[in-house]
């Protein structure tokens, strides 16, 4: 059974800090990674979504990398600003049309 | 509309009554999940429909939970004898292919 760790649970870091977000995940069969962002009592924005084939993707100042075989990504964020404060969360998909597997999510808090 | 949509945005029951939760998805889209958020968990799968059919139920906890898609577009979900551990956000999203995406979620409160 595919699980995901997300470590640590929060993080509170001074604005303009480049930080990076750390997920691990059990199973290395996957078929993509995606990483999602979550405001308090909304739903789920996609920021970045890698193929397995793949090592890394980036949407602006959001970097994401994959390594599957050893079952981690990382989401890095660069010059971060207190409007990049929210949940992070990282979910693996196991095939095409599969359900995603979510980890617990890292409470990103950017102070000014 | 634009994106995928709930509808209640929330929802509060007594322990033991019926509720159904409804999921508009992106006009198009042939597949539809349903997830359930627990407070300070990370969304977890319920059940996958690809069209009118439920591809994968895998998710749902016990028969009190149950989801349609009758015309492979609107799906409801319905939980009976609702518990006070059902409380949680019920997410939504439908997919094309790569991308999921969500709707805002219905809160569901069972006191």
């Known amino acids: 059974k595919q699980e995901v760790t997300q470590i640590p649970a929060a993080l509170s870091v001074p604005e303009g800090e480049n930080l990076v977000l750390n997920c691990s995940f059990t199973?290395?069969?996957?078929?993509?990674l995606q990483w999602f962002r979550q405001d308090p009592g909304k739903g789920l924005t996609s920021l970045l979504l890698?193929?397995?084939?793949?090592r890394e993707q980036t949407s602006g100042r959001l970097n994401a990398s994959l390594d599957k075989s050893s079952g981690r990504s990382t989401l890095y964020i660069a010059a971060s600003q207190p409007g990049d404060s929210a949940t992070y969360l990282c979910?693996?998909?196991?095939?095409?049309?599969?359900?995603?597997?979510f980890g617990k999510g890292i409470t990103l808090s950017v102070r000014p | 509309g634009a994106g995928v949509s709930q509808t209640p945005s929330n929802k509060v029951t007594e322990k033991g009554k019926y509720v159904e939760l409804r999921c508009d998805p992106i006009?198009?889209?042939?597949?539809l999940y349903w997830y359930r958020q627990s407070l300070g968990q990370g969304p977890e799968f319920l059940i996958y429909?690809?069209?009118?059919?439920?591809?994968?139920d895998s998710g749902l906890p016990n028969d009190r939970f149950f989801a349609v898609r009758p015309e492979g577009s609107v799906s409801t979900l319905k939980i009976q004898r609702t518990e006070r551990g059902d409380s949680a956000v019920y997410l939504c999203?439908?997919?094309?292919?790569?991308?999921?995406?969500f709707g805002p979620g219905t809160r569901l409160t069972v006191l």
């Open positions: 979910a693996v998909r196991a095939g095409a049309n599969s359900k995603l597997t």
């Open positions: 006009s198009g889209h042939t597949a």
């Open positions: 999203a439908s997919s094309l292919g790569l991308f999921q995406f």
């Open positions: 199973d290395s069969a996957i078929y993509n």
């Open positions: 890698i193929q397995s084939s793949q």
């Open positions: 429909f690809q069209g009118t059919g439920a591809a994968d």
